[in-house]
């Protein structure tokens, strides 16, 4: 099981790996390979061993307590107990904002960093939303919009990278919206829980989750056309780079 979720996280993490070990992109990724890989890269690199890194990578530890605290077979009794789901998400938000500080405050920033960021982020929103889809407060559809979001995202910006900018200027700002908003929803239904779930009603939470999901779903979309041209822009110049003009002698 450990096996398969460390070959698991290896093939999404393909382009952190590249970052850190270039000549490895250039062999097979047989899934021996992801997991020997990633345990490296968690263990050993030495460009991990950052403070700013260090703490982002705090908040897949918190996640983990967090699902364990808001699953229904979680221990319930103190008013601990019941509240402590809320000041971890409050601690992992906090962690979110001070990595990107501390980053740029000694001098730390770097393509490694910020895709560990996204990562950590995706990671905590998509568990914590999977979580309470089990508990029947979020409907499915949510996470499945946003984990589309992100992958369109993750294809274009870490899988695809270009040198010049993006022609649409629309979907970074959503993207940093949709980043916000996620995090937003996932506190709003953490107080609803530690609330006993009698904070909202079920229609304006209802309502809030569509019309995250609908943003959600144009951010992926925007993403997917960005994609598509590109391929086949690509698609057109091959031809072109494979014939040179002829010269006239």
């Known amino acids: 099981m450990i096996g398969t979720v460390f070959c698991i996280v290896g093939f999404a993490a393909r382009p952190l790996l590249c970052t850190l070990w270039p000549r490895h992109c250039q062999r097979k990724w047989t899934p021996v390979r992801m997991k ?9 690199n030495r460009r991990l061993r950052t403070v700013p890194n260090g703490l982002t990578l705090l908040r897949p530890l918190g996640t983990i307590l967090f699902v364990w605290l808001t699953l229904p077979s979680a221990p319930a009794g103190s008013l601990w107990t019941r509240w402590a789901p809320f000041l971890i998400f409050l601690g992992i938000v906090s962690s979110d904002i001070l990595d990107g500080w501390l980053a740029r405050r000694l001098n730390q ?78 506190g709003i239904v953490t107080f609803h829980v530690c609330t006993q779930e009698r ?35 690509a698609y057109r110049a091959a031809p072109m780079a494979g014939n040179p003009p002829q010269s006239g002698h």
């Open 36 to 44: 020997s890989l990633t345990m490296t890269l968690l263990l050993f």
């Open 109 to 186: 920033t770097s393509r490694l960093g910020r895709i560990l960021d996204h990562s950590c982020d995706v990671l905590f929103i998509l568990t914590a939303l999977s979580t309470f889809v089990v508990r029947g407060l979020v409907p499915w559809w949510l996470p499945a919009a946003i984990a589309w979001a992100f992958l369109l995202y993750a294809v274009n910006v870490w899988w695809w990278p270009v040198d010049q900018p993006q022609r649409w200027f629309l979907s970074k700002q959503l993207g940093h919206i949709g980043g916000i908003l996620y995090y937003v929803t996932t």
């Open 199 to 233: 904070w909202l009603s079920p229609a304006l939470l209802w309502g809030w989750f569509l019309g995250l999901a609908l943003l959600a779903g144009i951010s992926g979309s925007q993403h997917l056309i960005q994609l598509w041209r590109r391929a086949f822009h």
